[in-house]
């Protein structure tokens, strides 16, 4: 079973947080990406956060700088994300996607590198 499976999602009004967790596949030979994408109605899929095992890169939109944290267990088999001061326009359905495994360092936002998609988890910011 490679798909992620996002949880923790739901409805919040703008100020709040959420977390959501992203259960990846089992652990793999090598590094891979592991990242959290939104998409809201009539908009592209964006890159919110990202990060590359086996070390601290991360990447973040500019819009959730210094709002939304990833962070991943020990085994990096998991991925959180930490929302914090949730605005309006924070919501959409957010997906967690991965990587295979890699043995270079890529575009932490380059969404071609990713080829493991979960279903999504729908997030909702009330105002």
């Known amino acids: 079973q490679d798909q992620p499976v996002e949880s923790g999602g739901g409805s919040v009004q703008a100020g709040g947080s959420l977390r959501l967790s992203c259960v990846a596949a089992p652990r793999i030979p090598g590094r891979r990406l592991m990242g959290w994408f939104r998409q809201a109605p009539g908009t592209e899929r964006e890159v919110v956060a990202a990060?590359?095992?086996?070390?601290?890169?991360?990447y973040y939109h500019e819009s959730v700088k210094g709002r939304f944290t990833l962070s991943l267990d020990n085994a990096e088999t998991t991925a959180y994300l930490q929302m914090d001061d949730l605005k309006a326009e924070d919501s959409a359905m957010y997906y967690c996607?991965?990587?295979?495994?890699?043995?270079?360092?890529?575009?932490?936002?380059?969404?071609?590198?990713?080829?493991?998609w979960g279903e999504g988890t729908q997030v909702t910011v009330s105002s």
């Open positions: 996607a991965t990587s295979g495994p890699l043995y270079f360092v890529p575009r932490l936002d380059d969404a071609g590198r990713y080829v493991y």
């Open positions: 990060a590359f095992t086996g070390g601290n890169m991360r």
